[in-house]
Nanobody, 119 residues
Framework: QVQLVESGGGLAQPGESLRLSCAAS????????MSWYRQAPGEDRDRVAS????????RYAASVRGRFTISRDNDKNSVYLQMNTLKLEDTAMYYC????????????WGQGTQVTVSS
C-alpha cells in the first residue's frame, strides 16, 4: 500500500521557519522524483519544489527560491522542505508527491499538511 504522509505544518509568524517532512512507503522511494506542492483556498495547486531521484537535480518556483530548500534521504524514504523567512502568502496546504518519470504526471500524493503564516 502506497503512502505519503506529510508532517511539520502549523502556525508561524512572518519571518519564521518551518520544516515539512514526508515519509514514503509502499514503493521504491529511491526510484522516484519527489515534489512539494501547495494550494491556497480558491487557488490552483502549484509545485513549489522538486528533487530528482538521486537528488542531483533540484528546482524551485520563483516565489520560494532562496527561502525554501528541498532535500531527501533515500535511506529514510523521506523528503523534506525547509521553509525559511515565511511570508503571509506562503499560507496553504502543502502536499508531497512522487512520480516515476519526469515525463509523466505525479503517481502518488499525500494528504497534505497545513501551513498558516499569520502575524
Amino acid at each position: 500500500q502506497v503512502q505519503l504522509v506529510e508532517s511539520g505544518g502549523g502556525l508561524a509568524q512572518p519571518g519564521e521557519s518551518l520544516r515539512l517532512s514526508c515519509a514514503a512507503s509502499g514503493f521504491t522511494f529511491s526510484h522516484y522524483h519527489m515534489s512539494w506542492y501547495r494550494q491556497a483556498p480558491g487557488e490552483d495547486r502549484d509545485r513549489v519544489a522538486s528533487i530528482s531521484d538521486t537528488g542531483a537535480t533540484i528546482r524551485y518556483a520563483a516565489s520560494v527560491r532562496g527561502r525554501f530548500t528541498i532535500s531527501r534521504d533515500n535511506d529514510k524514504n523521506s523528503v523534506y522542505l525547509q521553509m525559511n523567512t515565511l511570508k503571509l502568502e506562503d499560507t496553504a496546504m502543502y502536499y508531497c508527491a512522487a512520480r516515476s518519470s519526469v515525463l509523466t504526471s505525479e503517481d502518488y500524493w499525500g494528504q497534505g499538511t497545513q501551513v498558516t503564516v499569520s502575524s
